[in-house]
């Protein structure tokens, strides 16, 4: 969801006739909204352990849930 969310957002940005209107604009805030509640912002506890790389500050591939960063 969140690589689809970026590619709609590239997509938008590459019309830029399209991003004077004012419902573009809301939903270009509503993607980046998405887009930094989307972003990973705590490692997983003992990620040492079970050998996960650091997930800080990473996103993920589909929706924050999905935590595995790519």
């Known amino acids: 969801q969140l690589w689809d969310t970026a590619f709609a957002a590239q997509a938008i940005a590459t019309n830029t006739h399209l991003i004077e209107t004012s419902h573009v604009k809301q939903c270009l805030t509503k993607i980046k909204d998405f887009v930094e509640f989307s972003q990973v ?18 996103w993920p591939f589909s929706t924050l849930d999905h935590g595995w960063p790519i």
């Open 41 to 58: 912002k705590e490692d997983v506890d003992e990620h040492e352990k079970y050998y996960r790389h650091i997930s800080n500050g990473g």
